[in-house]
């Protein structure tokens, strides 16, 4: 089995509570879903710079990750069909999908 870094942007938790508890539910349940293949649940992200050896700025709320996990898959493919059932994707979010090598 191979390690895969998921790296999602975007799908801000909403307000009011009701909504924020709702997501959490169902991301909860399809985190639960993943089973043994989810190795490393992440965490959320927030307050990211872009770093280079000019300068430090800020990323858009676009571009920058809002959070990781790493799953453990057969092959790329195994990994991107995981990743297409998130719910980020109902918020208008995206996941990248990285071989950890």
């Given at each position: 089995?191979?390690?895969?870094?998921?790296i999602f942007h975007g799908g801000r938790l909403?307000?009011?509570?009701?909504?924020?508890?709702?997501?959490?539910?169902?991301?909860?349940?399809?985190?639960?879903?993943?089973?043994?293949?989810?190795?490393?649940?992440?965490?959320?992200?927030?307050?990211?710079s872009h770093v280079t050896t000019s300068g430090v700025s800020?990323?858009?709320?676009?571009?920058?990750?809002?959070?990781?996990?790493?799953?453990?898959?057969?092959?790329?493919?195994?990994?991107?069909?995981?990743?297409?059932?998130?719910?980020?994707?109902?918020?208008?979010?995206?996941?990248?999908?990285?071989?950890?090598?």
């Amino acid at each position: 089995m191979t390690k895969y870094l998921f790296i999602f942007h975007g799908g801000r938790l909403p307000e009011p509570q009701d909504d924020h508890d709702a997501i959490m539910a169902t991301w909860g349940a399809w985190m639960s879903g993943l089973g043994d293949t989810m190795l490393d649940p992440g965490s959320m992200i927030s307050a990211t710079s872009h770093v280079t050896t000019s300068g430090v700025s800020s990323m858009n709320d676009t571009d920058a990750p809002s959070g990781y996990m790493i799953v453990s898959a057969q092959a790329p493919e195994e990994a991107v069909e995981m990743a297409k059932t998130c719910p980020i994707h109902a918020g208008g979010g995206t996941v990248d999908v990285a071989t950890v090598v």
